[in-house]
Every structure is written in structure tokens, then in C-alpha cells.
């Protein structure tokens, strides 16, 4: 056991220090950071201006709200579609199934740089454009295919033997989904919804290729107007990165939690 724990330190210190060094720089000033020397400790007394500072030069509440909206829109959208794909291909056998699957299994080969140009084409047609709910499609293009693969995998391990337990009571394929198959695959379900928050709050190519508005943007391509074209206030948009990071990792653990419990409960419920 003390093996493992004296491991695992050198891990953390490497994954917690770029948090830490946004901390330190945050809340130091811009001549502190470029006059000599180097500040190891974080000047805590100017923590909570870093942040007020980071919110007065920008609307970053507003930044941190669209990030939201177009996260959260994301993640059940594609969940919505990916348990309904996932669903079919692991139960039905029908023509195409295949080519289907490994179309889906395709789109993450493509970057969005690719395509970013014929999708800007296409939401321009469709009046999508500085629209949060086109980037909320846009998003879930690249995020579903993910979910319906975890999804499918976990279904697969679902014993048809207890829909068919179900069916023969009467139940329909719909409330087999939501009471039996939905309920044994939930640690699935919640990676799935990881990965598309985490997708979409930190995508940025799209944002910053269809956002025009300033009070549309989200906040991943707010971070990037603070970097001026001659001077860049590092400590505020250490502050604003602070912000846009709180926000996701607060969700991370609230998730982590319910996939741990899953995990727990697992085939000896009940």
C-alpha cells in the first residue's frame, strides 16, 4: 500500500502542477511575472481580485453561461440519440447495420478542420450561424458517435434473457430500455456524458469559426481574446482559464461519484 501511495505522488504533482502554476500566476502581477525571479507561492491576499479583475474586463459570467448551455445541451442531446442508436444496433439485426456502425466508427478519423468549411456552408443555409444551438448540433456531430459505441459495448453485456423475461410480462421495447437495459448500464451512461461535456466545454474551433457576437461567444473563445496582439495580462487570463476550469472539474466530480456507485452496485443488485 505505501508502495502504490509513494507512485502515485510524482503522478499527482506532475497532473496538479500546471493547476497550481494558473493559481501562482493568477494571482501575481504582470510585472512580478516579467521583472526577475520566479514566484513559487501563490499571493492568496489577491485571489479574489484576480477573479473580480478577470470579470470586470470581460462579460465572463455571460462566456461561462453559453459554455453551459452548449455543454449541457450536448451532453443530452447526444445521449438522447446515442442510447436510441446504441440500443439498435446491439438488439436488431437489419440490412446496413454494419456499414452503419462503421460509419459512425469513421467520423472521429476526420478532424473538424476538414470539415469545418462544409459545415459552415451548411449553417449558413440553415440560419445556424452565431447561433448556440447550432454549436449545440455541431457538437453532438462529433460527440454521439463516441456515446453510441461506449453504449453499445455495455449493452452487450445485458443478458437478452431478461427482456425476454420482460416481454413475455407485456413490456414494451421502450420500457425494457428505460426500467431494465438503462438502469444496468448507468456507469456507461455517465462516461458517455463525460466525455460529451468535456468535448463541447472545451471546444473551440467551431465556437470560433461560427460565434460573431461577443454576448454569444462561449468561454473557450473568450479565454482567447484576452491575448493581445502587442500585450497579454497574464495573471487575468490565468484568473479567466481559473473560472473557465472550476466549472468542469466540479461536474467531474459529481459524476466521478455516480460512476464509482455503479460500479459498486453492479450484477449483485437486488
Known amino acids: 500500500m505505501r508502495v502504490r501511495f ?59 453561461t453559453n459554455s453551459a448551455f452548449v455543454a449541457a445541451g450536448t451532453t443530452v442531446l447526444s445521449l438522447a440519440l446515442a442510447v436510441l442508436a446504441a440500443y ?14 462503421f460509419a459512425l466508427f469513421a467520423t472521429q478519423m476526420l478532424p473538424e478542420a476538414l470539415i469545418v468549411v462544409p459545415l459552415y456552408a451548411l449553417f449558413l443555409t440553415l440560419g445556424l450561424l452565431n447561433n448556440l444551438w447550432g454549436l449545440v448540433l ?85 479565454l482567447a481574446s484576452f491575448v493581445g496582439e502587442f500585450v497579454t495580462p497574464m495573471p487575468t487570463v490565468m484568473s479567466a482559464a481559473l473560472l473557465f476550469t472550476l466549472p468542469a472539474v466540479v461536474f467531474f466530480l459529481l459524476v466521478q461519484r455516480h460512476i464509482v456507485a455503479g460500479l459498486t452496485a453492479g450484477a449483485v443488485k437486488g
Not at 20 to 43: C, I, K, N, S
Not at 163 to 169: C, I, K, W
Open 138 to 222: 455541431g457538437n453532438t456531430a462529433f460527440a454521439m458517435p463516441v456515446a453510441v459505441w461506449i453504449l453499445k459495448t455495455a449493452m452487450d453485456g445485458v443478458p437478452r434473457e431478461i427482456e425476454e423475461a420482460a416481454e413475455l410480462d407485456g413490456c414494451s421495447r421502450y420500457a425494457m430500455l428505460r426500467r431494465i437495459v438503462l438502469p444496468l448500464i448507468t456507469p456507461s451512461l455517465a462516461a458517455a456524458a463525460v466525455l460529451a461535456f468535456f468535448d463541447s466545454w472545451n471546444e473551440f474551433l467551431l465556437a470560433n469559426t461560427f460565434m460573431v457576437d461577443e454576448e454569444k461567444w462561449p468561454a473557450s473563445k473568450g
Open 6 to 64: 509513494i507512485a502515485l505522488v510524482p503522478l499527482v504533482l506532475v497532473a496538479g502542477f500546471p493547476l497550481y502554476w494558473m493559481v501562482v500566476t493568477a494571482t501575481r502581477r504582470q510585472e512580478e511575472l516579467f521583472g526577475g525571479g520566479v514566484h513559487w507561492l501563490p499571493d492568496v491576499t489577491r485571489l479574489g481580485t484576480a477573479f473580480t479583475a478577470a470579470a470586470e474586463g470581460a462579460p465572463m459570467l455571460r462566456w461561462l
Open 88 to 101: 439498435a444496433l446491439s438488439r436488431f439485426s437489419f440490412r446496413g447495420r454494419g456499414v452503419f456502425g
